[in-house]
Every structure is written in C-alpha cells, then in structure tokens.
C-alpha cells in the first residue's frame, strides 16, 4: 500500500540531495521547500530549535529559487516515482505568478502547492490572515493557471476565520486540497538557564511545532474538511507515531505530512509511523483508512 505520510514542506527538502532521499524512502510522496523568484541564504542561525515538546522555526525561506526546483520537477521520472509537490511561496503576488507562469508553461505532473503563509505587503499580515488578498491571489492565478493545485494554511482559531477562509476557498474548483496546518506563529522559547531566547531571528519569535500543535492542527483539519465538500484536506502537525496519524486520518485527513519528528529522526519515522498506524488499525479492525477516514465520533 502506497503509505499515507509524506514530508511537511520545509523538512528533508531543500537541495536535490534532500529530495533524492524522501524520494527513496517509504513516503507516498514528497514535498519541495517553499521556494522564491531568487535564492536565499534565509535567516542568520539558530533559526531552528528542538524542545521536548517539538519545534520552535524562523528559517526565513532558505531555497535556492524557483529554477532550481523547476529543474527537479522536470528531470523527475514521475511514471516510476511516488506524486511530487511544489511548494512555491513567493515574496509578492508577482513574484508568486511569475513562477506558477513558469511551471504551467512547462505542464509537469507535479502538484503546485501555495503557501499561503508567504509574505503579502509590509506590515500586512501573511496572505492567510488577510482573505481579501488571499482571494485577489487565488482569483490572479486562476485567470492561466488550469491544473489541481492546493494551498498551505497556516492554523486559524476563531470558528469566524474558519467560516471565512472556507468561504474564500470554495470560489475555486482547481483548488483541490488544502493542507492544514503550517507552524503556530510567532511562539517563544525560553531558556531558562541561559535567561534567553533560543533563535536568533525576530528576537526568538518563531513557528511552533510538534506536540505543542497537535490539537490546533486537528481542529483545523476536521473544521475544514466540514466546510470545503468536494476538496481534500491533508494534516500536519504534531505527527510523531501511529497514533497522531491515526487522530488526523478520524479528523478527515487524506494524507499525513511529519515535520519536526522527521527532521529529528530522518526518513525512518516514516517506516516506523506507517507500521504503528497499521497496528493500531489491526487491534482496531480496519482494513483500510476509508474505514474509520472523518469518522471522529463527537459526544
Ligand atoms: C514564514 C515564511 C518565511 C514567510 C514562510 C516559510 C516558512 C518558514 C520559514 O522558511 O521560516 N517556516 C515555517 O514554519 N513555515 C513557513 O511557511
């Protein structure tokens, strides 16, 4: 069986080499980095944080440019190899048509992914906190772009946004999923012994994740996939066994992606999550995930 996790865009998938090993391993499909019109270096390090409880992130969009997974996409042998998406997170509307240009010019079986978490005007909240603008975006794409595509959501918290972004998202029947959730923004880690935060970038404010956002990204999960009828919702967030994957699969999920568990313990955990899911459906009964798939019981 085609294994239902894949990687969280950002982890194991910045350079060829990173791609080259999700593509080897026991993922059902792989995800680039969030790349820009032109390479960046990213934010001064620490930029990344491991904590007990999971991940603290300010990375700043390291990539090397849109051309160079333009590149992979079009050396990819897509008949022998498990789905490839392209996240794409440019740092203005332009520079986000310019490259989905780029990539439907090329018409590759790659799956573009939106990151709605980019960057929108200075001192305008990212895209996914300002839906007019999110939806001039989505309305600017939708005039050439004419494939499935999909969008990363960052976490909402108010039954309104949730309303209000799913209102925004069923305008548009290419949009074929979304992927609920990016990092909870703007936490801070502190170092008590050291009095300190413990990322250098925007004096320590960074996106959680880990366990510290499991129960965000399974709210987020299960509220969408009740609003967007005829869409897939794809879970992130907290993932690190079978269980975790199993509470976003009840919740509605389609597929599972690991970040701050896969950048700690490497492609194995998708070995090792994959084989607890299955055990835990075994003890459960189910043959399959459309068994118990958005079958979370309420009381
Ligand atoms: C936060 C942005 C830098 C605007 C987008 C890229 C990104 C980053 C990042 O590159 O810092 N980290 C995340 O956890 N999620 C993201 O979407």
Redesign the pocket.
């Given at each position: 069986m085609t294994s239902p996790l894949y990687n969280a865009?950002?982890v194991m998938c910045r350079s060829v080499e990173d791609l080259e090993a999700m593509r080897a391993s026991s993922s059902g499909a792989l995800i680039t980095?969030?790349c820009t019109l032109e390479p960046r270096e990213?934010?001064p390090e620490p930029?990344y944080f491991v904590t007990p409880l999971g991940s603290i992130?300010?990375?700043?969009?390291?990539?090397y440019g849109y051309q160079y997974y333009l590149d992979y996409a079009e050396k990819y042998d897509y008949a022998n190899n498990k789905p490839l998406f392209i996240s794409i997170?440019g740092m203005s509307l332009a520079d986000n048509l310019t490259i989905i240009k780029a990539f439907h010019e090329r018409a590759l079986p790659c799956i573009l992914e939106v990151?709605l978490?980019?960057?929108n005007l200075p001192g305008k909240p990212?895209l996914g906190y300002d839906l007019p603008a999110a939806q001039h975006a989505l309305e600017k794409i939708c005039e050439f772009y004419d494939r499935p595509f999909g969008v990363?959501l960052?976490p909402y918290f108010d039954v309104s946004h949730f309303d209000q972004a799913a209102e925004v998202f069923n305008k548009f029947d290419l949009l074929k999923y979304v992927t609920c959730i990016?990092?909870v923004?703007n936490g801070l880690v502190i170092d008590v012994d050291a009095e300190s935060v413990v990322i250098k970038p925007k004096d320590g404010l960074?996106?959680l994740?880990g366990d510290y956002v499991l129960p965000t990204a399974l709210a987020n999960v299960r509220e969408f996939v009740r609003r967007l009828p005829g869409k897939q919702v794809v879970g992130c967030g907290g993932v690190k066994s079978g269980r975790e994957a199993f509470m976003h699969i009840l919740a509605g999920a389609t597929a599972v992606q690991v970040?701050s568990c896969l950048y700690e313990e490497g492609v194995g955990a998708f070995d090792r999550i994959a084989q607890e899911l299955k055990d835990l459906m075994a003890a459960k009964g189910y043959q399959k995930l459309s068994d118990f798939r958005g079958k979370l019981k309420t009381l």
């Open positions: 865009s950002g980095k969030s990213g934010n930029r992130n300010s990375m700043g969009l390291p990539n997170s990151n978490s980019c960057p990212q990363k960052p990016n990092s923004g960074g996106g994740g970040g």
